[in-house]
């Protein structure tokens, strides 16, 4: 089956006892026994659900991976991925990965005895130099949140291999309609599956998907040992979205390319950081491991703090909002908006400029979002 079959088709099957076209939603904590040892394949919701199991069996057949593990949030799939680690073992990390995952890693990890050492992932120098003996995983985000970031997957994974590491991959941005990294040699995939791939900020989630066997056995064990599970509604309204993802994305990815352009033509922009666009540093790898570009970018306001002050006052179609890759276009502002409480230095030293701005392209006509932030940069 080709991936826009898979994407609506895959492990979905019309219920048996009734016929219905989707999956029930079994909202259950529970599943009685037939006899002593004897069960219908599910036992207790936080092993296993008969709607959540629909969505991994879907999820990885989209992914192309062999396994799907569901969690109640991205960050819940990082920290389980992370728990495949033990005290004293070591991360070589993307230094853009999303602000939730550096401040996991840092504030609660670190107290646990792993070790973080972040550095620019694009750069397999770089990596190769920050490699210990004590390292097991390479982390990269790509493209990442916010500075959209690529890194060649090809190259990690053969440092990955050389050195005898994990490689786990956030492919959240990219989604596997324009990335599959398992198929690059990653060894694990993680997506927050509030984005994109539930499509409609209509829940939180996350998943883990891998082609190994050994991986999933101990992933499913963290699953139902920590018990972040999603709720079987939850499951279901992913599973809703998801029969659409092909065709979302390829209107985030028509109208982000299109507005990346426009932002790059703009006077009152400095920079434009979108995969798509040649000048973007990385724009080869893109191109060449990605099939498409979707509908994040962030771009530099001339003005600083006031000008992204004014532009976030002015937009009217563009929701001030921070999470993204949904239907609706938001935008946000880091220095007055998500980073706003973090010194200037430090937000700096993280690249989140005072003009920087965060651009999550919706599927609205594109003539509207233009118009809207033409119209609101006018007082930026
Ligand atoms: C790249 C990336 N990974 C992980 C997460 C965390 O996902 P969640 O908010 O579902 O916990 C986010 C959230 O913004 C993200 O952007």
Not at 25 to 41: C, N, P, Q, S, W
Not at 125 to 138: F, G, K, S, W, Y
Request: glycine content about 8%; charged content about 20%; hydrophobic content about 40%.
């Amino acid at each position: 089956m080709k991936l826009d079959t898979r994407i609506v088709r895959a492990g979905i099957s019309p219920d048996p006892t009734t016929g219905a076209i989707l999956p029930p939603i079994y909202e259950t904590a529970t599943f009685v026994l037939e006899e002593v040892g004897r069960d219908k394949g599910f036992d207790y919701t936080r092993s296993s659900n008969p709607t959540r199991q629909v969505l991994e069996d879907n999820l990885a057949a989209i992914e192309g991976a062999e396994y799907g593990i569901c969690f109640s949030s991205g960050m819940a799939s990082v920290d389980s991925v992370m728990k495949l680690l033990s005290a004293g073992d070591h991360t070589v990390s993307s230094n853009d990965v999303y602000g939730g995952v550096s401040r996991h890693f840092n504030r609660v990890l670190a107290r646990y005895g792993l070790e973080f050492t972040y550095v620019d992932t694009a750069d397999p120098d770089a990596v190769r130099a920050a490699i210990r003996p004590e390292t097991r995983m390479l982390w990269v985000e790509t493209p990442t949140n916010p500075l959209l970031q690529v890194t060649d997957l090809a190259a990690m994974s053969a440092i990955a291999k050389e050195h005898n590491l994990l490689l786990g991959v956030d492919s959240t941005f990219a989604t596997p309609v324009f990335l599959r990294p398992l198929e690059l040699g990653a060894d694990i995939v993680v997506h927050s599956t509030t984005k994109y791939l539930s499509g409609h900020n209509q829940i939180i989630g996350g998943a883990v998907l891998t082609n190994r066997e050994d991986i999933y056995r101990e992933m499913k064990f963290i699953q139902k040992t920590i018990g972040a599970v999603p709720s079987p509604m939850d499951c279901w309204l992913v599973l809703l979205g998801l029969k659409t993802l092909h065709l979302r994305m390829a209107r985030h990815n028509d109208s982000g390319m299109k507005i990346a352009r426009f932002l790059e033509a703009h006077d009152k922009v400095a920079q434009v950081r979108y995969p798509g666009l040649p000048s973007h540093p990385q724009h080869n790898i893109a191109a060449a491991q990605m099939d498409g570009f979707a509908g994040m970018i962030s771009f530099e306001l001339k003005g600083g703090i006031p000008a992204g002050k004014a532009l976030m006052n002015s937009v009217e179609l563009c929701a001030l909002a921070e999470s993204l890759g949904a239907v609706e276009t938001m935008i946000t502002h880091p220095a007055t908006m998500t980073h706003a409480e973090v010194p200037a230095e430090e937000r700096h030293a993280r690249g989140l400029t005072d003009g920087l701005v965060r651009l999550s392209v919706g599927i609205e006509d594109c003539d509207d979002i233009l118009a809207d932030l033409d119209r609101a940069l006018a007082a930026a």
